[in-house]
């Protein structure tokens, strides 16, 4: 069955919101490198790659679907944060947002009685629980750390594992 020019859509409006996270992902990383903190650069690049892959995923199912991907403008991203710690909170903020967008996507799903997209958007929702998941642990080590142990934060993330 081919892909609903309304679920096409929605899908597109994704692909998109998955290259901004990306490219946001790779400003913090920038940043995160300018400022000398490598771990914490090493794990956005990580993320950016991942959100990259998303729209890449996304693009191929559409296809695969009989649908067209178009890919319009992506905005600019912010470039400047306060510290680590204030980074990961706009982090947190963004995926409460990705969040968002993906439970919209699978609501059109929903609405197109679309069970390939609803099988196939699964996997995101369970993955943005696990990305908030992972935020927030990042956010309370810095909660429950002292400030001159970031370092410590930004070992153990260059040594993670995704």
């Known amino acids: ?14 692909i998109i919101a998955e290259l901004w996270s990306s490219n946001l992902y790779l400003g913090m990383a920038f940043w995160f490198r300018k400022e000398g903190w490598k771990g914490f650069a ?35 991203v912010p470039s400047n944060w306060t510290d680590p ?22 609501d059109v799903a929903d609405e197109e009685k679309d069970r390939a997209s609803q099988n196939f958007i699964a996997k995101y929702i369970d993955e943005q629980v696990e990305e908030e998941s992972s935020v927030k642990d990042i956010l309370s080590m810095f909660s429950k750390l002292a400030c001159h142990t970031i370092a410590h934060i930004d070992k153990h993330l260059a040594n993670m594992q995704k």
Do not use: P
């Open 42 to 76: 090493g794990w956005m690049y990580k993320q950016a790659q991942e959100e990259n892959e998303h729209a890449l995923d996304m693009a191929n199912f559409v296809l695969d679907r009989g649908g067209e991907v178009k890919v319009g403008a992506i905005d600019a």
């Open 1 to 14: 069955m081919d892909i609903s020019v309304k679920m096409q859509k929605a899908f597109n409006d994704q």
């Open 85 to 106: 710690k204030n980074v990961f909170e706009e982090t947190l903020k963004h995926e409460q947002h990705v969040t968002e967008l993906i439970n919209k996507l699978a």
